[in-house]
């Protein structure tokens, strides 16, 4: 299966009551990930927009920074996030993520079931 850019679904909306709004392309749709996940999916952020404080339970986070500058929480420490860095949230853990930033900051986002 090929999915081409066109044919991706985009959501636009707050994430997690988070300042502001977020667009997120689905990369693929969950019903393809088989219950194994939750989501495969490619998240921009504007300047001063975050994905608010969240937690996992019975999952685990995934995140790669494509673009941009942002901060996340990760064990009660905040820490600033750069092209390259990968951010993993285990699962009982709490966090969030916000573009701080003078662009969009962008990431592949991954949900994996435990």
């Known amino acids: 299966m090929i999915l081409k850019k066109e ?3 985009i959501e636009e909306g707050n994430l997690k009551n988070g300042k502001g709004n977020c667009k997120r392309e689905v990369l693929v749709d969950p019903k393809y990930l088989k219950g194994q996940a939750k989501l495969f999916a490619k998240i921009s952020i504007p300047v001063g927009n975050s994905i ?3 937690d996992h339970v019975e999952d685990f ?5 494509l673009k941009g500058k942002g901060q996340v929480l ?3 420490e905040i820490i600033e996030v750069n092209v390259g860095d990968v951010i993993y949230t ?3 853990n709490k966090h969030f993520i916000e573009n701080i ?6 990431f592949i986002a991954v949900v994996i079931n435990e």
């Open 74 to 76: 990760d064990n009660y």
């Open 101 to 106: 930033g003078d662009e969009d900051l962008e």
């Open 7 to 9: 044919q991706l679904k």
């Open 61 to 65: 986070e995934v995140y790669y920074i």
């Open 52 to 54: 608010g404080m969240h």
């Open 90 to 92: 285990a699962d009982g």
